[in-house]
């Protein structure tokens, strides 16, 4: 049956009522005057007030109870392995236990942790490709998993780049782990990946593990990939000016991650916010890392930069949702009509010093996750990792 996770979708209409308070995931209007959402076989159909949503013949109904609701969380720079294991810590169920940290998609940026990984031109491709079909095939505890992305190599050619876009590789992985670290080499081929659909991602800042590489300013600049991959390092960042180099020296997706230094992170974001970019901010954690897997990860990064970035809860969201769904063309990530029903419903976590939800984070509060959907399918009720809410949306059946 867990093959099954792999194409299945809500049949039939799903409603949520009685929702406190709705978070778009859209930076120009994080916060939207709607109490119900309607979806139909996956997609949002619906959404306003009560009154003026049709809710009629509902298969599936969630009273939220006056929580929130956001669009399901992305993780934008994760190193999955096959299925649900990592063997970085040898760990089974990390893709779940983030589930109920609120993460319902999550994007490859390698699957470097792969032991025995190949490095040959033909065996690299031969990865990505079994990895792109096994994750499109699979679902961890119905996570939508990008993966098949591979770390180029030297000697690699444009032809290599077609075939695995017409493989249905749609991403490359970090730029920087493999042979290639050099900033012409690797624009060339970031390139050929832009030129047939593959989107890209640099690895930026000191070596992560043993084996991989250290890429400073200039070489980011010079590569020119789709998103600055833990401009914060990971975990060793940069100094501060050549961040600031980054933020200002181009339009790239500028991606911080749980895993990374914090002090560079956070200015990170500040760069971003006096630059009026934060549109170009996305989070991620890079785990499975040498830290460990935190299913809270993209929760704990949000509470973090809300409550010491100076960006208010409601917007840090739309960095973890709305923007890297544009950055990365992703059809998720944003309450609107069309989108895919993936929704997170939380609340205040109980004796949070925050009078309400958004409050609580900006303190520096986690969220009490009280509900998970994933294209219209309950996925999880109260999360069992993050800390009770005060109120829990009830599945009506
Ligand atoms: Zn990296």
Same mark, same amino acid.
């Given at each position: ?71 399901g969380l992305i993780d934008s720079h994760v190193h999955p ?5 990592t063997?970085r810590q040898?760990q089974?169920g990390w893709v779940e236990s983030c589930l109920h940290g609120g993460v319902t998609t999550m994007i490859s940026a ?31 505890a %119905?996570v939508?998993i990008?993966? #098949?992305?591979?770390? $180029?190599?030297?000697?690699? &050619?444009? /032809?290599?780049? !077609? =075939? ?40 930026? %800042?000191?070596?992560s593990?043993? #084996?991989?590489?250290? $890429?400073?300013?200039?070489? &980011?600049? /010079?590569?020119? !990939? =789709?998103?600055?991959g833990h401009?914060n390092g990971g975990h ?19 991606e911080i991650v749980h895993n990374g230094n914090e002090?560079?992170g ?15 901010v996305v989070l991620g954690t890079d785990s499975p890392a040498g830290s460990g897997v935190q299913p809270l990860g993209i929760l704990r990064l949000i509470a973090f930069l809300a409550s ?8 840090v969201i739309?960095c973890a949702t709305?923007?890297t ?19 997170l419903?939380m ?14 984070i900006?303190?520096g509060d986690l969220p009490?996750i009280?509900?998970v ?10 999360s069992r990792n993050t800390p ?10």
């Amino acid at each position: 049956m867990a093959l099954a996770a792999g194409a299945e979708k809500q049949q039939g209409k799903l409603v949520i009522r009685h929702i406190g308070l709705m978070l778009s995931g859209a930076l120009e209007r994080p916060i939207l005057d709607a109490d119900t959402v309607v979806a139909e076989n996956g997609r949002i159909t619906a959404l306003g007030r009560e009154k003026d949503c049709d809710t009629d013949e509902a298969r599936v109904v969630v009273d939220a109870h006056g929580t929130a609701l956001a669009p399901g969380l992305i993780d934008s720079h994760v190193h999955p392995v096959f299925g649900d294991w990592t063997p970085r810590q040898n760990q089974l169920g990390w893709v779940e236990s983030c589930l109920h940290g609120g993460v319902t998609t999550m994007i490859s940026a390698g699957e470097v942790h792969l032991p025995g990984r190949p490095r040959d031109i033909v065996g690299l491709k031969a990865l990505a490709v079994t990895a792109q079909r096994a994750f499109s095939g699979f679902r961890p505890a %119905g996570v939508k998993i990008h993966a #098949g992305a591979p770390v $180029i190599e030297q000697g690699m &050619v444009e /032809a290599d780049f !077609a =075939d695995l876009a017409a493989a249905g590789v749609t991403l490359l992985g970090e730029v920087g782990l493999g042979t290639v670290k050099v900033g012409d080499e690797a624009a060339r081929m970031v390139g050929w990946a832009r030129k047939y659909g593959l989107r890209s991602t640099i690895h930026t %800042g000191g070596p992560s593990v043993p #084996g991989s590489g250290y $890429i400073d300013a200039d070489t &980011v600049l /010079a590569a020119d !990939a =789709d998103v600055i991959g833990h401009i914060n390092g990971g975990h060793t960042a940069l100094p501060l000016t050549q961040i600031r180099c980054l933020c200002e020296g181009c339009g790239r997706a500028i991606e911080i991650v749980h895993n990374g230094n914090e002090l560079a992170g956070l200015s990170a974001l500040r760069f971003a916010r006096e630059l009026g970019q934060l549109e170009r901010v996305v989070l991620g954690t890079d785990s499975p890392a040498g830290s460990g897997v935190q299913p809270l990860g993209i929760l704990r990064l949000i509470a973090f930069l809300a409550s010491f970035g100076a960006v208010p809860a409601e917007q840090v969201i739309c960095c973890a949702t709305g923007n890297t769904a544009r950055q990365r063309g992703l059809d998720c990530g944003l309450i609107e009509v069309g989108k895919a029903a993936d929704f997170l419903l939380m609340d205040r976590a109980q004796h949070s010093a925050g009078t309400d939800l958004l409050e609580s984070i900006g303190k520096g509060d986690l969220p009490g996750i009280g509900m998970v959907i994933v294209d219209g399918i309950v996925r999880c009720g109260r999360s069992r990792n993050t800390p009770p809410a005060d109120r829990v949306p009830e599945l009506l059946g």
